[in-house]
Protein backbone atom coordinates (compact mmCIF):
# COMPACT_ATOMS: atom_id res chain seq x y z
CA UNK A 1 0.00 0.00 0.00
CA UNK A 2 2.38 2.37 0.79
CA UNK A 3 4.89 1.35 -2.49
CA UNK A 4 1.68 2.21 -4.36
CA UNK A 5 0.79 5.70 -2.69
CA UNK A 6 4.42 6.92 -3.49
CA UNK A 7 4.55 5.63 -6.79
CA UNK A 8 1.07 7.86 -6.78
CA UNK A 9 2.43 10.93 -5.50
CA UNK A 10 5.40 11.05 -8.00
CA UNK A 11 3.27 10.42 -11.00
CA UNK A 12 2.02 13.82 -9.36
CA UNK A 13 5.09 15.60 -8.76
CA UNK A 14 5.83 14.65 -12.66
CA UNK A 15 2.35 15.35 -14.26
CA UNK A 16 2.87 19.40 -12.33
CA UNK A 17 6.55 19.51 -13.56
CA UNK A 18 5.46 19.09 -16.70
CA UNK A 19 2.84 21.43 -16.43
CA UNK A 20 4.74 23.87 -14.99
CA UNK A 21 7.54 23.21 -17.91
CA UNK A 22 4.64 23.48 -20.46
CA UNK A 23 3.75 26.99 -19.06
CA UNK A 24 7.42 28.16 -18.97
CA UNK A 25 7.83 27.35 -22.07
CA UNK A 26 5.09 28.89 -23.64
CA UNK A 27 5.42 32.12 -21.61
CA UNK A 28 9.50 31.99 -22.08
CA UNK A 29 9.67 35.19 -24.23
CA UNK A 30 7.55 37.07 -21.55
CA UNK A 31 9.71 36.05 -19.23
CA UNK A 32 12.86 36.98 -21.65
CA UNK A 33 10.86 40.84 -22.01
CA UNK A 34 11.57 40.83 -17.71
CA UNK A 35 15.38 40.94 -18.23
CA UNK A 36 15.59 43.03 -21.59
CA UNK A 37 16.65 46.70 -21.44
CA UNK A 38 17.07 47.16 -24.94
CA UNK A 39 19.45 49.92 -24.20
CA UNK A 40 22.00 48.70 -26.51
CA UNK A 41 19.74 49.40 -29.58
CA UNK A 42 18.68 52.90 -28.16
CA UNK A 43 18.18 55.82 -29.95
CA UNK A 44 19.76 59.49 -28.67
CA UNK A 45 17.12 61.92 -28.13
CA UNK A 46 17.08 65.52 -29.08
CA UNK A 47 19.73 65.26 -31.66
CA UNK A 48 18.80 67.04 -34.46
CA UNK A 49 20.65 66.33 -37.47
CA UNK A 50 22.37 68.75 -39.98
CA UNK A 51 19.61 69.79 -42.45
CA UNK A 52 21.77 68.43 -45.29
CA UNK A 53 21.84 65.29 -43.92
CA UNK A 54 17.89 65.28 -43.01
CA UNK A 55 16.96 65.99 -46.75
CA UNK A 56 19.63 64.06 -47.65
CA UNK A 57 17.50 61.37 -49.51
CA UNK A 58 20.67 58.47 -50.18
CA UNK A 59 20.97 58.56 -46.31
CA UNK A 60 17.22 57.79 -45.56
CA UNK A 61 16.92 53.97 -44.87
CA UNK A 62 12.88 54.46 -44.51
CA UNK A 63 10.86 55.99 -46.74
CA UNK A 64 9.15 59.18 -46.23
CA UNK A 65 5.86 57.44 -46.02
CA UNK A 66 3.51 58.42 -42.82
CA UNK A 67 0.45 55.89 -42.67
CA UNK A 68 -2.27 56.26 -40.41
CA UNK A 69 -5.77 54.16 -39.60
CA UNK A 70 -9.18 55.01 -38.84
CA UNK A 71 -12.41 52.73 -39.25
CA UNK A 72 -13.26 56.01 -42.05
CA UNK A 73 -12.91 58.99 -42.97
CA UNK A 74 -15.23 60.96 -40.59
CA UNK A 75 -11.69 61.44 -37.79
CA UNK A 76 -12.62 62.65 -34.36
CA UNK A 77 -12.42 66.47 -33.77
CA UNK A 78 -10.22 65.37 -30.95
CA UNK A 79 -7.54 64.03 -33.17
CA UNK A 80 -7.59 66.43 -36.34
CA UNK A 81 -4.99 68.98 -34.75
CA UNK A 82 -2.84 65.89 -34.43
CA UNK A 83 -3.27 64.86 -38.17
CA UNK A 84 -2.92 68.16 -39.28
CA UNK A 85 0.36 68.91 -37.02
CA UNK A 86 1.70 65.11 -39.16
CA UNK A 87 1.05 66.80 -41.87
CA UNK A 88 2.38 70.26 -41.55
CA UNK A 89 5.43 69.02 -39.91
CA UNK A 90 6.14 66.57 -43.00
CA UNK A 91 5.01 68.08 -46.03
CA UNK A 92 7.14 66.32 -48.36
CA UNK A 93 6.13 63.15 -47.15
CA UNK A 94 3.69 60.45 -49.18
CA UNK A 95 0.44 60.57 -46.90
CA UNK A 96 -1.63 57.31 -46.61
CA UNK A 97 -4.56 56.71 -44.88
CA UNK A 98 -5.75 53.42 -44.07
CA UNK A 99 -9.73 52.81 -43.41
CA UNK A 100 -11.38 49.24 -42.46
CA UNK A 101 -12.49 49.50 -45.97
CA UNK A 102 -9.25 49.98 -47.89
CA UNK A 103 -7.84 47.98 -45.20
CA UNK A 104 -9.10 45.05 -45.89
CA UNK A 105 -8.93 45.40 -49.47
CA UNK A 106 -5.23 45.65 -49.24
CA UNK A 107 -4.96 42.30 -47.28
CA UNK A 108 -7.24 40.48 -49.60
CA UNK A 109 -4.98 41.61 -52.64
CA UNK A 110 -1.77 41.06 -51.20
CA UNK A 111 -1.56 38.26 -48.49
CA UNK A 112 -4.67 36.79 -49.00
CA UNK A 113 -3.81 33.57 -46.64
CA UNK A 114 -4.23 35.65 -43.61
CA UNK A 115 -7.67 36.79 -44.73
CA UNK A 116 -9.26 34.22 -42.69
CA UNK A 117 -7.49 35.13 -39.52
CA UNK A 118 -8.06 38.92 -40.17
CA UNK A 119 -11.67 39.14 -40.71
CA UNK A 120 -12.18 36.37 -37.77
CA UNK A 121 -10.62 38.69 -34.76
CA UNK A 122 -13.40 39.46 -32.57
CA UNK A 123 -12.40 43.56 -32.01
CA UNK A 124 -11.67 45.73 -34.68
CA UNK A 125 -8.74 47.23 -32.83
CA UNK A 126 -6.65 43.76 -33.49
CA UNK A 127 -7.17 44.40 -37.38
CA UNK A 128 -6.17 48.38 -36.89
CA UNK A 129 -3.23 46.71 -34.90
CA UNK A 130 -1.93 43.80 -37.83
CA UNK A 131 -2.93 46.17 -40.82
CA UNK A 132 0.26 47.91 -39.77
CA UNK A 133 2.51 45.38 -39.38
CA UNK A 134 1.42 44.44 -43.07
CA UNK A 135 2.04 47.91 -44.35
CA UNK A 136 5.07 48.84 -43.31
CA UNK A 137 6.62 45.69 -44.12
CA UNK A 138 5.07 45.38 -47.87
CA UNK A 139 5.75 49.76 -48.18
CA UNK A 140 7.86 50.76 -45.33
CA UNK A 141 7.88 54.46 -43.67
CA UNK A 142 6.46 55.42 -40.18
CA UNK A 143 3.22 54.49 -39.31
CA UNK A 144 1.56 57.03 -35.92
CA UNK A 145 -1.59 56.25 -33.76
CA UNK A 146 -3.35 59.39 -34.72
CA UNK A 147 -3.72 60.22 -30.88
CA UNK A 148 0.02 61.04 -31.03
CA UNK A 149 1.04 64.71 -32.23
CA UNK A 150 4.17 65.33 -33.55
CA UNK A 151 5.63 68.60 -32.36
CA UNK A 152 8.83 67.93 -33.97
CA UNK A 153 10.29 66.77 -38.22
CA UNK A 154 10.81 62.25 -38.05
CA UNK A 155 13.54 63.00 -40.93
CA UNK A 156 16.59 62.24 -38.16
CA UNK A 157 14.64 58.86 -37.47
CA UNK A 158 14.48 57.72 -41.74
CA UNK A 159 18.85 56.63 -40.63
CA UNK A 160 17.46 53.72 -38.79
CA UNK A 161 16.27 50.85 -40.48
CA UNK A 162 13.24 50.25 -38.32
CA UNK A 163 12.42 52.14 -34.88
CA UNK A 164 10.31 51.71 -32.01
CA UNK A 165 9.43 53.24 -28.31
CA UNK A 166 10.20 51.75 -25.18
CA UNK A 167 7.96 50.76 -22.66
CA UNK A 168 7.75 50.64 -19.28
CA UNK A 169 7.94 48.65 -17.06
CA UNK A 170 9.20 46.47 -20.28
CA UNK A 171 8.75 46.23 -23.96
CA UNK A 172 8.08 48.08 -26.58
CA UNK A 173 4.60 49.72 -27.79
CA UNK A 174 3.15 49.78 -31.20
CA UNK A 175 1.88 53.52 -31.25
CA UNK A 176 4.78 54.50 -33.73
CA UNK A 177 6.72 52.70 -35.45
CA UNK A 178 9.09 52.88 -38.56
CA UNK A 179 10.80 50.33 -41.06
CA UNK A 180 12.41 50.10 -44.26
CA UNK A 181 10.87 48.12 -46.54
CA UNK A 182 10.76 44.66 -46.01
CA UNK A 183 11.99 44.72 -42.86
CA UNK A 184 12.63 41.08 -41.65
CA UNK A 185 11.33 42.01 -37.69
CA UNK A 186 8.08 42.84 -39.44
CA UNK A 187 8.61 39.81 -41.35
CA UNK A 188 8.64 37.82 -37.99
CA UNK A 189 5.41 39.86 -36.60
CA UNK A 190 3.51 38.92 -40.14
CA UNK A 191 3.71 35.47 -40.00
CA UNK A 192 3.38 35.07 -36.19
CA UNK A 193 0.12 36.39 -36.05
CA UNK A 194 -1.78 33.53 -36.69
CA UNK A 195 -0.27 31.34 -34.63
CA UNK A 196 -1.22 34.34 -31.62
CA UNK A 197 -4.74 34.18 -32.29
CA UNK A 198 -6.46 33.37 -29.24
CA UNK A 199 -9.22 34.34 -26.92
CA UNK A 200 -8.43 34.83 -24.06
CA UNK A 201 -11.27 35.62 -22.83
CA UNK A 202 -10.31 38.82 -21.05
CA UNK A 203 -10.74 41.43 -23.95
CA UNK A 204 -7.83 43.67 -23.13
CA UNK A 205 -5.38 40.66 -22.79
CA UNK A 206 -6.97 39.09 -25.80
CA UNK A 207 -6.10 42.52 -28.16
CA UNK A 208 -2.85 43.16 -26.44
CA UNK A 209 -1.16 39.87 -26.93
CA UNK A 210 -2.52 38.95 -29.97
CA UNK A 211 -1.93 41.57 -31.99
CA UNK A 212 -0.94 44.78 -29.51
CA UNK A 213 2.11 45.90 -28.13
CA UNK A 214 2.35 42.56 -26.11
CA UNK A 215 2.32 40.59 -28.99
CA UNK A 216 4.71 42.96 -30.61
CA UNK A 217 7.09 42.66 -27.64
CA UNK A 218 7.31 39.00 -27.53
CA UNK A 219 8.03 38.86 -31.09
CA UNK A 220 10.79 41.57 -30.29
CA UNK A 221 12.31 39.07 -28.10
CA UNK A 222 11.91 36.79 -30.07
CA UNK A 223 13.78 38.04 -32.80
CA UNK A 224 16.54 39.20 -31.02
CA UNK A 225 17.23 35.98 -29.66
CA UNK A 226 17.37 34.67 -33.00
CA UNK A 227 20.51 36.55 -33.67
CA UNK A 228 22.48 35.26 -36.91
CA UNK A 229 21.23 38.02 -39.62
CA UNK A 230 18.72 39.31 -37.74
CA UNK A 231 21.62 41.23 -35.62
CA UNK A 232 23.61 42.70 -38.74
CA UNK A 233 23.09 46.34 -38.78
CA UNK A 234 20.77 46.68 -41.64
CA UNK A 235 17.99 44.69 -39.83
CA UNK A 236 18.27 45.99 -36.11
CA UNK A 237 15.17 47.70 -34.69
CA UNK A 238 16.37 50.79 -32.66
CA UNK A 239 14.46 51.88 -29.70
CA UNK A 240 13.62 55.62 -28.47
CA UNK A 241 12.91 56.00 -25.11
CA UNK A 242 11.03 58.26 -22.99
CA UNK A 243 12.42 61.70 -22.62
CA UNK A 244 13.04 62.31 -19.15
CA UNK A 245 12.49 65.72 -19.35
CA UNK A 246 9.42 65.24 -21.68
CA UNK A 247 7.67 62.97 -19.66
CA UNK A 248 6.25 60.52 -22.24
CA UNK A 249 7.14 62.18 -25.67
CA UNK A 250 9.91 60.46 -26.23
CA UNK A 251 11.35 63.87 -28.04
CA UNK A 252 9.24 63.84 -30.89
CA UNK A 253 5.85 63.59 -30.12
CA UNK A 254 2.72 64.28 -27.31
CA UNK A 255 -0.40 62.17 -26.38
CA UNK A 256 -3.85 63.69 -26.84
CA UNK A 257 -6.87 61.72 -26.13
CA UNK A 258 -6.94 58.21 -27.09
CA UNK A 259 -7.53 54.55 -26.28
CA UNK A 260 -11.10 53.89 -26.75
CA UNK A 261 -10.95 50.77 -27.01
CA UNK A 262 -10.15 49.98 -23.38
CA UNK A 263 -12.96 49.07 -21.25
CA UNK A 264 -13.08 48.03 -17.61
CA UNK A 265 -10.51 45.26 -17.71
CA UNK A 266 -8.16 48.19 -18.93
CA UNK A 267 -8.63 49.22 -15.69
CA UNK A 268 -8.57 46.46 -13.54
CA UNK A 269 -5.17 45.88 -15.26
CA UNK A 270 -3.84 49.53 -14.86
CA UNK A 271 -4.79 48.76 -10.85
CA UNK A 272 -2.72 45.39 -11.29
CA UNK A 273 0.11 47.12 -12.93
CA UNK A 274 0.22 49.73 -9.78
CA UNK A 275 0.11 46.97 -7.13
CA UNK A 276 2.20 44.62 -8.88
CA UNK A 277 3.82 43.47 -4.99
CA UNK A 278 0.44 42.52 -3.67
CA UNK A 279 -0.34 40.63 -7.19
CA UNK A 280 2.57 38.93 -7.39
CA UNK A 281 2.23 37.82 -3.51
CA UNK A 282 -1.48 37.05 -4.23
CA UNK A 283 -0.56 34.80 -7.16
CA UNK A 284 2.22 32.61 -5.66
CA UNK A 285 -1.05 32.42 -2.72
CA UNK A 286 -3.19 31.35 -5.30
CA UNK A 287 -0.85 29.03 -7.38
CA UNK A 288 0.26 27.36 -3.58
CA UNK A 289 -3.56 26.94 -2.63
CA UNK A 290 -4.53 25.35 -6.21
CA UNK A 291 -1.81 23.03 -5.79
CA UNK A 292 -2.31 22.11 -2.68
CA UNK A 293 -5.73 21.44 -3.45
CA UNK A 294 -4.56 19.34 -6.40
CA UNK A 295 -2.87 17.31 -4.45
CA UNK A 296 -5.26 16.37 -1.77
CA UNK A 297 -8.00 15.51 -4.19
CA UNK A 298 -5.28 13.10 -5.85
CA UNK A 299 -4.93 11.75 -2.35
CA UNK A 300 -8.90 11.08 -2.14
CA UNK A 301 -8.98 9.42 -5.35
CA UNK A 302 -5.98 7.86 -4.51
CA UNK A 303 -8.23 6.19 -1.46
CA UNK A 304 -11.31 6.07 -2.78
CA UNK A 305 -9.53 3.87 -5.69
CA UNK A 306 -7.05 2.12 -3.59
CA UNK A 307 -10.28 1.29 -0.95
CA UNK A 308 -12.58 0.21 -3.23
CA UNK A 309 -9.75 -2.09 -5.24
CA UNK A 310 -8.74 -3.68 -1.83
CA UNK A 311 -12.93 -4.48 -1.33
CA UNK A 312 -12.92 -6.15 -4.68
CA UNK A 313 -9.60 -7.87 -4.30
CA UNK A 314 -11.61 -9.40 -0.74
CA UNK A 315 -14.56 -10.17 -2.38
CA UNK A 316 -12.68 -12.05 -4.81
CA UNK A 317 -10.37 -13.63 -2.13
CA UNK A 318 -13.60 -14.56 -0.32
CA UNK A 319 -15.50 -16.19 -3.22
CA UNK A 320 -12.66 -18.20 -4.40
CA UNK A 321 -12.25 -19.67 -0.80
CA UNK A 322 -16.09 -20.45 -1.27
CA UNK A 323 -15.48 -22.32 -4.59
CA UNK A 324 -12.95 -23.99 -2.62
Not at 53 to 74: A, F, G, M, R, W
Not at 159 to 169: D, L, N, V
Not at 224 to 230: D, T
Not at 280 to 289: I, M
Request: proline share 6%.
Amino acid sequence: MGYRSSRRGLFFIIFVCFVVAILLHRSRFLISLLFEDGARYSIPTHIALPLEYSSNETTHLIPKIIHQTYKDENIPEHWRDAQKATNELHPDYQYMFWTDASSLSFIETHYPTFLPTYTSYPYPIQRADAIRYFILLHYGGIYLDLDLKPYQNFSSLLQYPAFACRTSPTGISNDILGARKGHPFFGMAVESLEAYSRNWIVPYITVMYTTGPLFLSAIWIQYLESGGPYDLPQNQVKLLFPNKKEGDSYGYFSNVQGGSWHGRDFEAILWMGRHWVVVTVLGFVVGFAFTGLAWWAFKWGSRRFGRGRDKNSRREYERVGDLE
